[in-house]
């Protein structure tokens, strides 16, 4: 297929702060964007050529992106998949609604995974209610997961019984779920990978997740994992965006587990929140390659120029009045970059910006990293 070039328009589905650092990205190499959200204050809304500002699955809105962009890809996985096939009837549509389907389905994509031969932590799908009258054993204890729309560590409960189990799933109300066991994590890790659909490939150095209640962090890269450990993960990752014929940017987590070996845990079809230290540390980003990837673009180089920590600011930092933490520390440390994603509203637990501290080795840049954390 022929390469997309500058300047030509690229449309995105989702304006949150994945589609805010993709609309930078492509037009800081002189494309032009239409983003697709429903909210008036969408985060990308601020650099986007165009703001369509309607419902997901909104014919006209639809249709319009369609007639207008080379090429259309998402920033979240919760978008209607079918909206997305019906898109790529016209236009090139990167992941396609496939992929996205399956990122969408705890049960489709465990079993993906699976057959692309690589390991997940035992679970049991659970499509009714009869699917969990089992032994359970195998599973427990465990976590409770609903099939769709978690995020963030919501719609899991954590049950240690078999009674447990079974009253957790009438409390997420009898919908598609998966029992997963609880695993003995040594710790988090996650890679990133850039897939054309001439299967050109390049992944991003591993990096490490720190979660706090369920979110993410603070990610550290180079993951404090032995190299050898490191390489499996990313050609676990590779192997997986083929098996999916996937196109674009698929980042996947991992558990690392206290025998060293690695399970993945879940994907998204997608940029990652762990990659956006990508930005400030490696020679292409993340957005760029997503860029890239739906332009049929040769991926960028992605080697780490430093190493780095990027720490999450959630809306818990903000003041109950509204006011903003205090960033004057922060913006005057020369190896450190904050980013925010213009959010109207801090809540807490809201996904509010990033910063990235850039140092000689990652015990020094975490060690800086936490300090800014508690001027702000
Ligand atoms: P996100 O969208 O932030 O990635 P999520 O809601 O999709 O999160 P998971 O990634 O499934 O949820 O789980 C969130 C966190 O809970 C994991 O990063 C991990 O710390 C913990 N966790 C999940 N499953 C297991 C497991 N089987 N064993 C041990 N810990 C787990
Ligand atoms: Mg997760």
New binding site residues.
């Given amino acids: 297929m022929a390469a997309i070039l500058p300047p030509a328009m690229l449309g995105i589905l989702g304006g949150g702060q994945l589609g805010r650092m993709f609309v930078v990205a492509a037009k800081r190499m002189g494309y032009r964007v239409t983003v697709l959200d429903p909210d008036a204050n969408a985060p990308a809304a601020d650099f986007a050529d165009v703001h369509l500002c309607a419902p997901f699955n909104d014919a006209d809105a639809l249709k319009t992106l369609a007639a207008s962009c080379a090429a259309v890809t998402t920033e979240f996985e919760n978008v209607n998949a079918d909206a997305m096939r019906t898109l790529a009837k016209t236009t090139r549509v990167s992941p396609s609604g496939d992929c996205v389907a399956i990122a969408q389905d705890?049960i489709a994509e465990k079993s993906w995974i699976n057959k692309a031969g690589l390991p997940t932590?035992p679970y049991l799908a659970i499509e009714s209610v009869e699917d969990i009258q089992v032994e359970l054993a195998d599973y427990l204890p465990?976590?409770l997961?609903t099939a769709r729309l978690?995020?963030?560590?919501?719609?899991?409960m954590r049950v240690k019984t078999a009674a447990e189990a079974r009253a957790a799933y009438a409390d997420l109300g009898g919908q598609a779920c998966v029992l997963?066991?609880?695993?003995?994590?040594q710790l988090?890790v996650s890679a990133i990978v850039t897939r054309t659909s001439s299967a050109q490939v390049a992944v991003f150095p591993v990096a490490e997740?720190i979660?706090k209640n369920?979110?993410?962090d603070e990610s550290i890269v180079p993951a404090r994992i032995a190299p050898e450990l490191a390489a499996s993960a990313q050609q676990m990752a590779i192997r997986l965006a083929e098996e999916l014929n996937y196109v674009g940017v698929l980042a996947v987590?991992f558990?690392v587990l206290a025998d060293n070996t690695l399970v993945v845990?879940?994907i998204?079809p997608r940029p990652h929140?762990s990659g956006h230290y990508t930005i400030d540390a490696c020679l292409t980003d993340q957005y760029q390659q997503q860029v890239r990837a739906m332009c049929e673009l040769l991926p960028g180089k992605t080697s780490l120029l430093s190493p780095v920590v990027m720490v999450n600011l959630l809306g818990d930092i903000w003041r109950d009045d509204g006011g903003e933490p205090n960033w004057a520390v922060l913006c005057e440390t020369p190896n450190a970059h904050l980013h925010l994603y213009g959010k109207k509203q801090a809540r807490v637990g809201r996904k509010m910006g990033h910063y990235c501290v850039l140092a000689a080795n990652v015990d020094d840049a975490l060690e800086q990293a936490r300090a800014l954390k508690d001027t702000l």
């Fill in positions: 705890r932590a465990g976590i997961k978690g995020y963030d560590g919501k719609g899991q997963e066991k609880m695993m003995d994590l988090e997740n979660h369920g979110i993410l987590e558990f845990n879940e998204a929140n």
